[in-house]
């Protein structure tokens, strides 16, 4: 016989265990069916865990660097099965956390798979049962999955991505990442910290294609001070696993022998299960088509999150989830993406938002951009981290801020006051005329948009 509920999520990731949480919070009998481990990919295999780890290398480095500031230590070597056991008990914490959350709002939780069989019927297949449920409305949060070419001899073992990556706390000498986007760049400075002679290939003109070009080329100088050979504009033209490593051969005629090859080309949207081929819901470009309601073809069935393509962050999926959620308790809210910071965990940190100069050109649109280098920043300096810079731009016909970069310390961060800025419409002089803090990072902000109108009063 069938359960019923007001709702039912499918998928506890960022998208799904939010979207759930705030379904019960606005008063709906929610059900949230998840396959795996509750949190998905971001807090089990990709942002959480990740961070962890980065969070192990930059101990390591600063321990390294101790010396510049009058501290003595003794010689920093890496500990991998300690910094592992460290990123598994934080991803426990955390995944607990969610557990606690759900039981606190009395959303269901079911261990299993999930398949749409029409609107409003879920069915559930797991180890603990299956079982049928019926719902005034879905949402779908099934994810994604990392790209992986079919030419490409992966095996999880050689020829790994970003999730076995993840539980190898024994590691060859050397490895060769494939893909320069921001899980490649992370992982590439993480291994390049520990020691491992670390090469990276980008396809592309420059390493995290679609940032800003000034911010990519300080990433890039500080990997190759690090170590670690950067090959943009290059292909991969063949993987050849031998024994226990692989040798690739590449578009500029070189061989690279490696212990291990990731590969780090994105993800694509998880649309082949879930029953979302079988039940008709409408795709576009491989991904779950959707409106600003995050409503799908299928009246009553919402998809949110890496489903429905485009930005593929955990962020944007659960502020989606809560639109979704939103709007199957009867409120009208609407997703925007004018405001979505993007951020590259590396050292030193990128990120951004809103639009970039780029854009800004291609659809005509000129620019005030303010620039300020955390060279002129006194706490910056202070810590040791006066390399990079922050950028502000805003619209010149209007003043108004409609996007930001930022290079350096605590970047991810510091661009959220960009962030407010742009989602609030505000005026570049409002920023500008703020008092901040001194001496702090965030006074770069403020500089930035002061050096916009020719009125930084720290910068030449």
């Not at 603990?128 to 999880?156: H, K, M």
């Not at 060859?172 to 986007?181: E, N, R, Y």
């Not at 520990?194 to 000034?214: A, H, N, R």
């Not at 502020?319 to 199957?328: F, K, P």
């Amino acid at each position: 016989m069938a359960e019923r509920f007001d709702l039912t999520v499918i998928g506890g990731g960022p998208g799904g265990y939010v979207a759930a949480i705030r379904g019960a919070q606005l008063g709906l009998n929610v059900a949230l069916v998840e396959k795996g481990r509750l949190g998905g990919v971001c807090l089990n295999e990709g942002c959480i865990p990740t961070k962890a780890l980065l969070a192990s290398a930059a101990t390591l480095s600063s321990a390294r660097r101790a010396g510049a500031f009058g501290v003595r230590v003794g010689d920093a070597e890496p500990l991998l099965p300690e910094m592992f056991e460290r990123k598994d008990a934080v991803v426990a914490q955390l995944r607990g956390g969610v557990e606690k959350l759900l039981a606190k709002r009395k959303v269901t939780v079911f261990d299993g798979e999930g398949a749409l069989r029409g609107a409003g019927v879920v069915e559930v297949s797991g180890s603990g049962g299956d079982a049928v449920l019926e719902s005034d409305r879905v949402i779908l949060a099934t994810g994604s999955e990392p790209l992986v070419p079919s030419s490409f001899p992966y095996d999880g073992k050689v020829v790994i991505t970003s999730e076995e990556a993840l539980s190898m706390p024994e590691l060859p000498d050397s490895i060769l990442v494939i893909g320069a986007g921001a899980i490649g760049c992370e992982f590439a400075g993480f291994y390049s910290t520990i020691g491992l002679s670390v090469t990276v290939v980008e396809m592309l003109p420059e390493i995290l294609p679609g940032e800003d070009p000034s911010a990519a080329r300080i990433l890039k100088a500080a990997f190759r001070k690090s170590g670690v050979d950067v090959r943009v504009g290059t292909k991969v033209e063949s993987i050849e696993v031998r024994g226990n490593g692989a040798a690739t051969t590449l578009s500029d005629g070189k061989a690279v022998e490696s212990g291990l090859v990731l590969l780090a080309m994105g993800r694509r949207p998880s649309i082949d299960a879930s029953g979302i081929p079988e039940s008709g819901v409408a795709t576009d470009g491989g991904a779950v088509a959707v409106n600003e309601r995050m409503e799908t073809s299928i009246e009553g069935v919402y998809a949110i999150g890496d489903l429905v393509g485009g930005w593929l962050l955990a962020h944007v999926a659960s502020r989606e989830g809560i639109v979704a959620a939103s709007q199957a308790a009867g409120r009208d809210v609407t997703m925007s993406y004018r405001a979505v910071p993007r951020c590259t965990f590396t050292h030193p940190e990128i990120a951004s938002v809103g639009i970039t100069e780029a854009e800004a050109k291609e659809q005509g649109i000129e620019l005030e951009v303010g620039r300020f280098p955390f060279a002129a920043c006194g706490k910056a300096v202070a810590e040791g981290e006066g390399g990079g810079f922050v950028k502000v731009f805003a619209d010149a016909s209007s003043g108004k801020v409609v996007g930001g970069v930022v290079a350096g310390p605590h970047a991810s961060d510091l661009v959220h006051e960009i962030t407010l800025a742009v989602e609030a419409g505000l005026d570049l002089d409002l920023v500008a005329n703020t008092i901040h803090a001194h001496p702090t990072l965030a006074e770069s902000v403020m500089e930035a948009a002061e050096a916009a109108e020719g009125l930084s009063i720290h910068s030449l």
